[in-house]
């Protein structure tokens, strides 16, 4: 029962002296700001020198200029490797989902023999360091002497997202929605056609949220990408080999793009696809 | 331990929404007090300021002679059994029930001791070492009247707390809580929305609605004679039915209706006495109606247009002929032979009629 | 149609549904696995790998102090960092919590874990920035005349440690706050009605309950700072390396891929035994 006072938890009357509650609001208030400090630090540095008219991305700042975006910009070989990392990620988190979906619908609606020990094979490769998976994944692909290739990649971050979407969605698919899809059953529809028509489109929000978590993970994933990568490689094994020029205003230039990007990304998804779901 | 409580002038507001409006009461020690309203009455509001959640925004409040303004929750004689229990998942059922106590300092062993004591009391004494999820949803109730309990509160407050159970079980409850309260002699005041629940365990109910207090007295007076017409409706079903006095004597009054002429005692009208050509509304409840061979003098005949048998009685719908649109409920007796169309004469025994100023008809 | 075949039927489709994902990870991940686990017991000859089984590249780790090295840096580092973190981001956590007003709530977290969406290697390179002799930190202290020379706080383990705890500070934040939250405030109200005060609330109440949910955010930064490559790379300079980094060691420079795959085994145990440690608190049975 929502009663008014229920929402005012806050309201409740602690004795303790106004001047003591007032240094315990003032510490919160301090400790807040330099913890925030602290997160914003690199980043706030990282934009104000990808902007540095000069060599060097450190004090002093010699003056605006826009000359690193400009040759971000320009740079083929950087241009190219975002292309690779935009096609990873979205091929390898459609199809993460795709299997992820599937699985959870046939583990959450049938009865299956040894269905714990088949999700918890589903689940695995979240515990393994991504490390790990990919040591494997090359040695496995130099035995069979595979080429290495963003389809390498690809298959790389398949597996270490598809836990990832297999646990999302299978979480989502509650008990409440059994009823709905015998609905559909009854009222004619087949297994496949109710998966598509009724299924699919209720747990749209937790899908679309698995998708683009998955797709922010392949997007910033390193070291996958760079053990099993050859000549086309991915935006983070790009940026990683512009390191070795040490400190260098581009590579700020980069990093900044990518963050305003993400951003973007996160702003548009907090008002599409969260705000809309927060309202009932 | 138990302590009288006194509400006085006591007002409550969020922002614009007058939760409390100014709201007096007075309390006796070892009495079992239910707030009786619908959700958003400010029943919850009233026993989150007497538990010291909430601060009033006027008025005071005064347990056992002292006033509780500004003073928290853990420094006042009251204790509260949530609605959800807020049992610690992570306690065992000893360490919950000997929690209040260890924050008094108590050392370990009297604590168990006095908390084993407490489980006892409420029957569960065997799962001491157990942990809330492994208890049925009755029995965590109990654990946390023991928890509540264990410090000894003046005042217990209980927000709705059989809510959550079964209808069977809630009965149980009910009676488990009466009887320990008797036992252990706190005052109760005790949250609800259910008049059933309220009539079985109060020694006196009050009646809420819009943050006001609509009646307040023992069960049978509330139900019997309410000072309301909100109180009425609620404490079960009634018949509404508007006339004016027409004449007063005495010790009676005859009040023109629809269908008929009433005579009611003068105590029958509950607010004030009447005058005649007052407007009043005549409060009648399905079991007041009583079946008679011949015409009661003055009253209208009604048709029955809608009967079903219920098992203690046979509920009727009535239609008056002297004007068939003001549609009655009746509950006729077991015995009686009623069906669907037959014309009876309608009679009612004055003593259950209530009169209240009269509001418009719904 | 008996229920039997129609049951039969069903059942042959749920399994053709969890067939792609079942396959894909025993063929991606499981294979690959068992592969290294094989591979660790072979031996490097040359350029070629010889499959006679042996223990021998386990023995070299225990022998060889440059490796055993590698594994108690990464521990050190990982326990520092893990601690650190939680220790940072539990006030923040109950502050944003507590004392930010609800509707700005949402808005604090994001801010929060904004950081977060960088690019993870440009983030321990803007590190780089802050800390390296020419950087943000030693030039302002040059400035304002506290130091004369530039302190070496990059490229050594302060730094890595530093890199790591900004990032994971961010993750504990979340996992933490999440749990806060969840935390029906009757429990709170409860713990002060019996007589609790603040702290004695907070150590006796909300510690205990939000306990899950800091081992499972201690758990994750364990497992993903022991297991990366990037931070110490970039910020730790050459002389302690970890794990990850003699890792990549081994399959880089040296073309030792028995080596590489017997260290990511040990690799793996430290993290089994971390989660050995933390299963208790991993799942708490809730009222």
């Not at chain 2, 509160?153 to 809630?170: S, Y």
């Not at chain 2, 009727?316 to 509950?331: D, F, Q, T, Y």
């Not at chain 3, 993870?120 to 400035?143: C, D, E, H, P, T």
Request: charged share 15%; with cysteine.
């Amino acid at each position: 029962m929502a009663q008014p006072g229920e929402t005012q938890a806050t309201d409740i009357a602690f004795p303790a002296g106004s001047a003591r509650r007032m240094l315990a609001s003032a510490l919160s208030w301090f400790y807040l700001a330099a913890v925030y400090a602290f997160i914003f630090l690199p980043v706030a540095v990282l934009v104000l020198f990808s902007f540095q008219d000069g060599r060097l991305p450190v004090p002093p700042f010699n003056g605006f200029s826009l000359q690193w975006y400009e040759s971000v910009f320009a740079d083929r070989k950087l241009m190219a490797a975002l292309a690779n990392s935009l096609m990873v990620a979205v091929a390898s988190s459609f199809v993460s989902c795709l299997l992820g979906f599937l699985a959870a619908y046939a583990l959450a609606r049938y009865r299956l023999p040894a269905s714990a020990l088949q999700r918890g094979l589903l689940i695995a490769p979240m515990t393994v360091s991504y490390l790990i998976i990919a040591l494997g994944l090359l040695a496995v692909l130099n035995a069979l002497q595979v080429p290495l290739s963003l389809w390498t990649v690809g298959i790389g971050h398949v597996v270490i997202n598809l836990p990832l979407c297999f646990a999302i969605i299978y979480a989502s698919m509650g008990d409440h929605h059994v009823n709905i899809e015998r609905a559909a059953r009854d009222l004619g529809a087949s297994d496949v056609k109710v998966m598509a028509l009724v299924t699919a489109p209720m747990l749209m929000p937790s899908i679309m949220a698995a998708f683009f978590l998955s797709i922010t993970f392949s997007w910033d994933e390193f070291i996958i990408a760079f053990l099993l990568s050859r000549f086309d490689v991915t935006l983070p094994v790009e940026i990683w080999s512009m390191l070795r020029s040490g400190l260098n205003p581009k590579t700020n230039a980069i990093g900044s793009l990518v963050f305003l990007a993400s951003v973007v990304v996160l702003v548009v998804l907090e008002l599409a696809l969260f705000g809309r779901s927060r309202k009932p | 331990m138990t302590a009288s409580v006194s509400i006085r002038n006591l007002t409550k507001t969020f922002a614009t929404f007058k939760a409390l409006d100014d709201v007096w009461l007075d309390i006796a020690a070892g009495e079992f007090i239910v707030l009786l309203g619908p959700s958003g009455c400010g029943k919850t509001t009233l026993l989150s300021i007497l538990g010291g959640f909430l601060t009033p925004t006027g008025g005071t409040v005064t347990i056992g002679d002292r006033d509780m303004a500004g003073v928290p929750p853990a420094l006042r004689p009251t204790t509260t059994m949530f609605q959800d229990y807020a049992l610690f998942p992570h306690m065992r059922l000893i360490d919950n029930v000997g929690f209040g106590l260890r924050m008094r300092g108590m050392d370990r062993a009297s604590r168990d001791a006095k908390a084993a004591g407490f489980l006892d009391l409420v029957g569960l004494k065997l799962s001491a070492r157990k942990k809330p999820h492994e208890l049925s949803g009755g029995q965590r109730q109990r654990v946390a009247l023991a928890r509540a309990l264990a410090v000894d509160p003046d005042v217990l407050l209980l927000d709705e707390p059989l809510g959550a159970l079964d209808l069977k079980l809630r009965r149980q409850m009910q009676d488990e809580l009466k009887a320990l309260q008797k036992r252990v002699g706190t005052t109760f005041v005790h949250v609800t929305h259910d008049q059933e629940e309220a009539m079985a365990i109060a020694d006196r109910i009050v009646v809420m609605n819009h943050g006001r207090v609509e009646d307040f007295g023992p069960p049978s007076d509330i139900y019997m004679r309410p000072k309301s017409i909100f109180a009425a409706g609620f404490m079960g079903e009634v018949n509404f039915l508007s006339g004016r006095v027409s004449r007063v004597e005495c010790d009676a009054a005859e009040v023109e209706t629809q269908i008929g002429p009433i005579v009611l005692p003068i105590a029958n009208f509950t607010i004030a006495r009447p005058q005649a050509g007052e407007h009043v509304t005549l409060c009648i409840r399905p079991e007041h109606f009583r079946t008679v061979d011949r015409s009661v003098a003055g009253l209208s005949e009604a048709v029955v247009s809608d009967v079903s048998f219920f098992g203690t009685h046979h509920r009727c719908h009535l239609a008056p002929v002297a004007s068939p649109e003001r549609k009655l409920v009746a509950h006729m007796p077991q015995s009686a032979r009623i069906a669907r169309c037959d014309r009876i004469a309608l009679a009612f025994d004055p003593a259950g009629v209530t009169a209240l100023p009269e509001v418009p008809e719904t | 149609m008996t229920t039997a075949t129609l049951e039969d039927r069903e059942r042959r489709r749920a399994w053709g549904f969890v067939a792609p994902a079942l396959i894909w990870t025993f063929a991606f991940f499981v294979v690959p696995f068992l592969y290294m686990a094989a591979m660790s017991l072979w031996s490097r000859q040359g350029r070629e790998i010889v499959r006679v089984w042996n223990l021998d590249n386990y023995a070299r780790f225990f022998t060889e102090s440059a490796l055993l090295k590698s594994l108690t840096n990464s521990l050190e580092i990982t326990l520092t960092v893990t601690v650190l973190s939680v220790l940072l981001a539990y006030p923040l956590a109950w502050i944003i919590a507590e004392r930010v007003p609800k509707r700005w709530q949402r808005m604090a977290l994001i801010l929060a874990i904004l950081p977060f969406w960088t690019s993870y290697v440009v983030r321990s390179y803007s590190w780089l920035l802050v800390l390296s002799k020419g950087g943000v930190i030693n030039q302002a202290l040059l400035g304002i005349g506290l130091i004369s020379e530039p302190l070496e706080i990059a490229s050594n383990r302060t730094a890595t440690v530093i890199g790591f705890v900004h990032f994971f500070v961010m993750l504990l934040t979340l996992t933490i706050y999440s749990n806060l939250i969840q935390l029906s405030p009757n429990y709170r109200r409860a713990a002060a009605d019996l007589g609790a005060n603040g702290f004695q609330t907070f150590w006796h109440v909300v510690l205990p309950l939000t306990l899950p949910g800091i081992m499972t955010g201690a758990f994750l930064t364990f497992v993903l700072c022991i297991g990366d490559y990037i931070t110490p790379q970039i910020l730790g300079g050459n002389n302690e390396l970890v794990l990850p980094q003699i890792i990549m060691l081994q399959i880089g420079r040296r073309a030792d891929f028995p080596m590489a795959a017997a260290l990511s085994i040990i690799l793996m145990l430290a993290v089994t035994a971390a989660y050995l440690l933390c299963a208790r608190w991993l799942k708490i049975e809730r009222a």
